[in-house]
């Protein structure tokens, strides 16, 4: 308890007027949801580090970096911000210059941090002891001299006004939750840390709301505005000299300890993060006798000097409560992480109540908050964001391997529906209607080729379609004894033909008229006398609204090995399904390959070495698993697939054609027949989910 409440009320009095009332009550809501989460999340994982610790496990190190170094400045600035407002008090009794008072009191906490947390938590629960006693006593003496004709108008700047005060005022209840950073030397952490903060948050939101009602209740309005020593004038307006000298002594003691508890718990940050290797190897420095982080105390104290000397008392309270808000909307999403994660290794001892619709509340309301605060402190928010990103890619992502919690929740949800749909395609009857597309310069071979692999993929009662997109292709037509076989099997066989100046046009509605479920056709190699026919194939391989496939390399035939490519995607079920098919009817086996970036961590290889065995489990032919971490995706793929008789892999939109698709890039290297298969339906689903994995990974 500190500035939050002996220098704040002023100025949310200046925004919404006795509204203010009001608005510390909705900051205590508002902070409430990310107090359960971080509860629940200490007891699971009482280790240093606390808001930082937990958005890293949860989401990944990008998001850790940027929490730790919103909520390492967030503490530093209130503490900050707590040393600047001792000055105002302490000119009540003689002329002091605010700054240089706290860059004294700022070098005397450094040192008492140095030598050790034990003795400043002994210092810490003295002065907070007094302070409650003081506020108790202010709301006693205070209440029956309250004029209740000073609430009236309560709102002097309309609704939105009340929540630009709430924003405000936020940093006031941040202090509740800095146990958690010092969880790894607290005894008996389970019970000690959910009922520290219960306490906290219970004890703030009764005081706070009676305190300022108080003020606004005895002190004239324009005083109540302009004062930056509220609590000191209210206190005159009922108890005289004594009752300031009284309550300015208690500020000043509550700003030094507000100071200390950010200075004990903001240098437990660095710290953390240099344990983790997203910091400075130096700030892992531990005192030999105090056990202290001693190197990030020191570069904490440094950072607070800087605020002290030269950023403005109001700044500094508007920029503490912008990186607050922030990181508590972060906190509230690192517990839905945890808890969708399946982590064995997650137990809390204390679990938060009305899951998930408390967290959804506090990250919604949290980033509502940040909007009213003002631009500049939001601009802070935001440039805080892009800082930590930029330090994260140049610092600390080559040095960061683990994964999150929120990836392991989006990786189970996906295998889980990847496998489901999987198991559904393979056990299902096959295709209703697979489109073999002919055109020239096609073979005979070739196109015989595609039509056996399509009655392979077609259910009985399914028909196989033949296009022809070129009068001089009439005589390339289905053998006989393949339409013998197919007619045996129950499956039809049509032949059509449409010369058209736009075969692209004439696919695509083909396709739609007869609600084709596949396009087969064959992709040629890239030549001068074949560069329109290979743009008209890409062309509908992005625009088709049904799957499509396309054969590169020389004519599938003899198939006994086919290498299934990326497993992990998207595309699997298709994949899988129409590779099942086809090694089902040419009694092959299949190689389920996987490459990981280099950098893979052991927790990503085992994942998808896991997934592989649940897809195989689906299959009714023979199938193994590779799953290799290389930094040359191509050259790994072309010498993994060795020996195989086709490859299946996807093909991804590429729609600028600057380049070649890493997917043809790949199928060049191949030495076999190569099946580029896409499905847009799919395709979709994945992007969404790429962009999350790439901002939380």
Not at 577 to 585: D, F, M, Q, V, W
Not at 608 to 625: G, K, N, P, Q, W
Request: proline fraction near 5%; charge should be neutral; include cysteine.
């Amino acid at each position: 308890m500190g500035s939050g409440i002996f220098v704040l009320p002023s100025l949310a009095f200046k925004i919404t007027g006795p509204g203010a009332v009001i608005a510390y009550l909705i900051a205590g809501i508002v902070v409430l949801p990310a107090v359960f989460s971080k509860a629940e999340m200490a007891t699971a994982m009482p280790s240093a580090g606390g808001t930082y610790l937990f958005i890293d496990r949860a989401m990944g190190p990008m998001l850790g970096t940027i929490a730790g170094f919103g909520v390492w400045f967030s503490l530093t600035f209130k503490a900050a911000f707590a040393l600047v407002g001792l000055g105002a008090y302490l000119s009540l009794f003689f002329e002091v210059q605010a700054e240089i008072v706290g860059l004294g009191i700022a070098v005397l906490l450094i040192a008492l941090n140095l030598y050790g947390i034990k003795q400043s938590i002994k210092l810490q629960t003295a002065l907070v002891s007094i302070v409650v006693v003081v506020l108790g006593g202010f709301i006693g003496f205070g209440a029956p001299e309250i004029n209740t004709s000073a609430f009236d108008p309560f709102l002097t700047h309309g609704g939105i006004s009340l929540l630009s005060a709430a924003a405000v005022v936020f940093v006031s209840y941040a202090g509740v939750t800095k146990i958690a950073s010092i969880a790894e030397e607290v005894n008996d952490p389970e019970r000690t840390i959910p009922r520290g903060m219960f306490l906290s948050i219970g004890l703030m939101i009764l005081l706070y709301p009676a305190v300022v009602g108080i003020m606004i209740g005895v002190t004239p309005p324009d005083i109540l505005a302009t004062t930056t020593t509220p609590m000191a004038a209210a206190a005159e307006a009922f108890a005289g000299r004594t009752g300031v000298a009284i309550v300015s002594i208690t500020a000043i003691i509550a700003l030094i300890s507000m100071s200390n508890a950010g200075l004990v718990a903001s240098a437990r940050y660095p710290f953390a993060m240099a344990r983790n290797r997203l910091a400075p190897s130096f700030l892992r420095t531990v005192g030999k006798k105090s056990g202290a982080p001693t190197a990030s105390i020191l570069t904490t104290g440094a950072v607070l000097g800087l605020l002290v000397a030269f950023v403005p008392i109001l700044d500094l309270a508007k920029l503490a409560s912008a990186f607050q808000l922030l990181v508590f909307a972060f906190v509230n999403l690192a517990l839905i992480a945890f808890r969708e994660s399946r982590l064995d290794w997650y137990q809390p001892t204390f679990r938060s109540p009305l899951y998930p619709w408390i967290q959804v509340f506090g990250m919604v309301s949290s980033l509502i908050l940040l909007t009213q605060i003002g631009l500049i402190p939001m601009l802070g928010a935001i440039g805080f964001i892009i800082g930590g990103v930029l330090w994260y890619r140049g610092f600390g992502q080559a040095r960061a391997s683990r994964e999150s919690a929120a990836r392991d929740a989006m990786r189970f949800r996906a295998q889980d529906r990847l496998v489901a749909e999987t198991n559904a395609a393979v056990c299902s009857p096959g295709l209703q209607h697979v489109l073999v597309a002919v055109r020239r310069p096609a073979r005979l071979e070739r196109v015989q080729g595609l039509i056996r692999l399509a009655s392979y993929l077609v259910a009985p009662g399914g028909r196989v379609h033949v296009l022809h997109l070129d009068a001089k292709l009439e005589h390339i037509a289905p053998s006989q004894d393949d339409i013998a076989e197919m007619e045996s099997r129950g499956i039809n066989v049509s032949v059509e033909y449409a010369p058209d100046a736009n075969p692209r046009g004439e696919v695509h509605r083909y396709a739609a008229r007869h609600e084709v479920d596949l396009v087969l056709a064959d992709l040629p190699q890239e030549l001068q006398a074949t560069k329109s026919i290979v743009r008209d194939w890409r062309w509908l391989r992005e625009h088709l609204p049904n799957d499509s496939a396309f054969i590169r390399n020389r004519p599938a035939s003899e198939i006994n090995t086919i290498c299934v490519l990326g497993t992990g995607g998207p595309y699997d079920p298709l994949k899988l399904n129409l590779a099942s098919r086809i090694a089902r009817h040419e009694n092959a086996s299949l190689r389920l390959i996987h490459v990981v970036q280099g950098e893979a961590s052991e927790e990503q290889i085992a994942a998808i070495e896991e997934y592989h065995t649940r897809l195989i489990e689906t299959l009714d032919v023979t199938a193994v698993s590779v799953v290799e971490p290389a930094n040359d995706l191509v050259q790994t793929v072309s010498r993994l697939s060795r020996g195989a008789n086709l490859v299946l892999m996807g093909a991804p939109s590429h729609r600028f054609h600057l380049v070649t698709d890493l997917a043809d890039r790949i199928a060049e290297q191949v030495d076999c027949p190569t099946l580029l298969i896409h499905t847009p339906t799919h395709e979709n689903m994945s992007l969404r989910r790429r962009i999350i994995e790439r901002f939380i990974a």
